[in-house]
């Protein structure tokens, strides 16, 4: 049986993220979100879905420029760290990108979604961050390229 002829619903999906951890010199810019219904209060880097049709490369950068209005060129994104994430409601694929180099001013360009765009040293993360995030970023910075989060205390039994 080919590809092609394999039924999509034999597959299991799930979505995948794109996180940007925008580096100058020791510190990460970090956004507040708010009045997305989604970790509010708390920090996280700027991120978004793949929408379809797009490279998680391209999904960055598009990101970058809709969320901080900043232009990123594909070679100045270094892939970092991919988190295999579990909650009770999903699984999710969260890749993380480090960037030094960008061009334009940041701003805040979704103000509807983010109180404020605020660089924090690296090594002293702000205790009010999403925490999967926190440790996506934590695992970039020190160069461990996987990481899993949320799976020590589910109750997911694995067929063997």
């Known amino acids: 049986m080919t590809f092609s002829t394999i039924p999509k619903s034999k597959y299991f999906m799930m979505p995948v993220a794109v996180h940007l951890i925008l580096q100058q010199k020791e510190d990460v ?12 209060g708390r920090y996280s880097v700027i991120a978004g879905h793949l929408d379809g049709g797009e490279s998680a490369t391209e999904a960055m950068i598009r990101e970058a420029k809709e969320e901080a209005g900043i232009d990123i060129s594909p070679s100045d ?5 991919v988190l295999h994430r579990y909650s009770p409601d999903r699984e999710s694929i969260d890749l993380f990108y480090l960037c030094k180099i960008w061009r334009g001013e940041i701003r805040n360009m979704e103000p ?7 660089f924090f040293p690296i090594n002293t993360l702000p205790e009010n961050m999403v925490e999967y995030v926190r440790d996506g970023v934590q ?22």
């Open 29 to 40: 810019l970090l956004l507040l979100r708010q009045g997305t219904g989604f970790c509010d």
């Open 77 to 81: 994104l270094e892939f970092s760290c």
């Open 112 to 118: 509807h979604k983010c109180g404020e765009l605020h």
């Open 139 to 160: 695992k970039s910075v020190k160069r461990q390229p996987y990481s899993e989060f949320g799976w020590e205390n589910n109750n997911v039994k694995t067929a063997i």
